[in-house]
């Protein structure tokens, strides 16, 4: 085996920026708690109080932004491998919109619970990745053809959204519009079990694929001549970032590009040119955590829901990274 010293040392330190992160969150609210208080009650000896505050009311929050931010990031990883393409995230080529559109249908049309807004949701993003998939089909799917069909799709899937909206009732477009911002607001112990089984069922199934998917980012030609299933790997490993961001968008509706940045940030940092799986799961991880933060803590007593936040910052990343792509002559 092979090790990567920078890269490894870049995950530690991703770890522990998460981690710290994550205890600074749960001790923030109308009710501070310090960090010291934090790490004595998670280890049992903290008060009743702060035993019922962290334990019940804001350690789902946090994990569900830890999930959330893990399963976004490693998605986004594996669509720009896949499509050889930095705009190849889920939240640019329809993925996103397409969960959106199902748990949009589910609420307007059939003012379903919490439950089966999430089903909506996982259904919504398998149903975009099948048709996206199917035309992007030609002899193959080609990484540029990938991402024109999705841009498509997910502006169609758009205009779906906003007349879903504008044919609800208002608590039922209220409630829409407020599950559309992405939000961590309310999280509890049911949107954590799911996504956690979803994140440990799929993530050995994308790390056995790694050495193919490095493969794969050489071009398909070469791919096949190393003895990759180029179609087989490539229709897996697109399944798995469907769900992942199909299940991250039904615990914490649509956060915006997480998925784009944090891969691209995770290479960045590695100096790596392989898919940088974990290192992305665990930069999109700190970075939702850390969205959330200071969502709460920098605009006074207007706390902001975290894809709001996302929104304006990976919008400004997504300009930056389009005139980056145009100077170097790749768009």
């Given amino acids: 085996m092979r090790l990567d010293l920078r890269g490894a040392v870049v995950g530690l330190l991703l770890i522990a920026v998460s981690l710290v992160m994550s205890v600074v969150l749960i001790g923030t609210g109308d009710f501070p708690i310090a960090p010291a208080d934090v790490i004595r009650t998670l280890t049992g000896h903290g008060t009743a109080a702060q035993d019922f505050i962290i334990n019940e009311l804001r350690m789902p929050r946090v994990l569900v932004g830890l999930l959330v931010g893990g399963a976004l990031g490693l998605s986004g990883a594996l669509f720009q ?9 889920p939240d640019v080529i329809g993925f996103g919109q397409g969960s959106a559109a199902g748990a949009l249908a589910v609420i ?39 991402v024109l069909v999705g841009i498509g799709a997910s502006s169609m899937l758009s205009a779906v959204n906003g007349y ?16 559309l911002t992405g939000s961590l607001n309310g999280r509890d112990w049911e949107q954590v079990w799911p996504l956690a089984v979803v994140c440990a069922v799929l993530l050995p199934v994308v790390l056995g694929h790694a050495r193919d ?11 096949y001549a ?6 087989r790997t490539r ?8 769900v992942l961001t199909s299940s991250a968008t039904a615990a914490a509706g649509p956060v915006a590009f997480v998925a784009l940045t944090a891969p691209q940030l995770a290479r960045r940092l590695t100096r790596s040119s392989g898919p940088n799986l974990l290192p992305s799961a665990w930069m999109g991880a700190g970075l939702l955590i850390t969205a959330d933060w200071s969502a709460q803590r920098l605009f006074g007593a207007d706390q902001l829901p975290v894809g709001v936040l996302t929104g304006m910052l990976g919008g400004g990343y997504l300009v930056w990274l389009l005139v980056t792509e145009r100077k170097a002559g790749r768009i």
């Fill in 108 to 146: 307007v049309l059939f003012q379903g619970s919490p439950g089966a807004v999430a089903a909506g949701a996982v259904i919504g993003g398998l149903v975009t990745g099948a048709g996206v998939y199917a035309l992007s089909w030609r002899r193959g799917v080609h990484g540029y053809r990938l």
């Fill in 235 to 242: 229709l897996v490993l697109m399944l798995a970032a469907i």
């Fill in 164 to 179: 879903l909206l504008t044919k609800a009732d208002l608590p039922d477009a209220t409630r829409a519009v407020v599950w």
């Fill in 81 to 89: 491998s896949i499509s050889r393409n930095p705009l190849g995230s």
């Fill in 226 to 231: 190393l003895g990759v299933r180029v179609e």
């Fill in 213 to 223: 998917l490095r493969m794969l980012e050489m071009g398909d030609d070469s791919a």
